[in-house]
């Protein structure tokens, strides 16, 4: 078993899961994004008042090496 992931949305492929209680909003656009593009993304976010903020970690990529 591994350390906790400390990013606030974690995209594992086919499971997407958030951290925190209004890591909620930053989860709903991140999908939004991931389905539909960024600019549709945006502009919810705009129309939310809401800048999401913190790190999306997607399993994709080279590990690092510590």
């Known amino acids: 078993m591994g350390e906790p992931n400390p990013a606030r949305v974690v995209d594992d ?3 997407v899961t ?4 209004t890591s909620g909003l ?4 991140y999908l939004l994004e991931r389905e ?3 600019r549709v993304a ?3 976010e705009r129309l939310f008042s809401h800048e999401r903020r913190g ?8 590990e ?3």
């Open 26 to 29: 930053d989860l709903g656009l």
């Open 36 to 38: 539909v593009g960024p």
């Open 42 to 44: 945006h502009s919810v």
């Open 13 to 15: 492929g086919d499971l």
């Open 55 to 62: 790190v999306v970690w997607r399993a994709e990529g080279p």
């Open 64 to 66: 690092a090496v510590a």
């Open 18 to 21: 958030a951290a925190g209680v």
